[in-house]
């Protein structure tokens, strides 16, 4: 009779409530589960940017130090050194893949793509450095392998 109403509305107000817990319970794990996706995301992008500005530093001032230790020494393991990691290495050429890896366009992207522009521009320095150092010297350009020779050749003084 009446008891068995009260408890028959009970159950169902409480199955409404359990029902009102589980879709609020549904609603907060899809929005904790996007959250992680874009923190996971930000972390990978975070790695990224970090690995590509490593590897331009890296590029970047081995290029740097092999020049300069070129122009100090003129022993030529130095120009070599230069050329290996300006072709065969890659380092920078590296960052750059990583960069084109990450679909977004950030304030760190256009930086480290600016501070790739601004090596490039320091390794036509370096170049006309060399070939300086080649000519005031009166090296001999037939002992230079020819890909070297043809690369300092396409940046004259």
């Given at each position: 009779?009446?008891?068995?109403?009260?408890?028959?509305?009970c159950?169902?107000?409480?199955?409404?409530?359990?029902?009102?817990?589980?879709?609020?319970?549904i609603?907060?794990?899809i929005?904790?589960?996007r959250d992680y996706?874009r923190v996971?995301?930000?972390?990978q992008?975070?790695?990224?940017y970090s690995?590509?500005?490593?590897l331009?530093?890296?590029?970047?001032?081995t290029?740097?130090?092999?020049?300069?230790?070129?122009?100090?020494?003129?022993?030529?393991?130095?120009?070599?050194?230069?050329?290996?990691e300006?072709?065969t290495d890659?380092?920078?050429?590296?960052?750059?893949n990583?960069?084109g890896?990450?679909?977004?366009s950030t304030?760190t992207?256009?930086?480290?793509?600016k501070?790739v522009t601004?090596?490039?521009t320091?390794?036509?320095?370096?170049?006309?450095?060399m070939?300086?150092?080649?000519?005031?010297n009166?090296y001999?350009?037939?002992?230079?392998?020819?890909?070297?020779?043809k690369?300092l050749?396409?940046?004259?003084?």
């Open positions: 009779s009446n008891l068995e109403k009260f408890i028959s509305f159950v169902v107000i409480a199955g409404f409530i359990w029902l009102i817990l589980g879709a609020l319970l609603q907060n794990t929005h904790v589960f996706t996971e995301l930000a972390q992008h975070y790695y990224d690995e590509a500005a490593r331009l530093r890296l590029g970047s001032d290029l740097t130090e092999q020049a300069r230790l070129y122009a100090v020494t003129f022993d030529l393991r130095y120009l070599l050194g230069y050329f290996r300006k072709n890659h380092h920078r050429e590296q960052a750059i990583i960069l890896e990450i679909p977004e304030e992207k256009r930086l480290i793509i501070a601004a090596s490039r320091l390794e036509y320095t370096e170049y006309r450095s070939n300086l150092i080649i000519t005031a009166g001999d350009r037939s002992i230079l392998p020819k890909e070297i020779e690369q050749s396409s940046n004259p003084l």
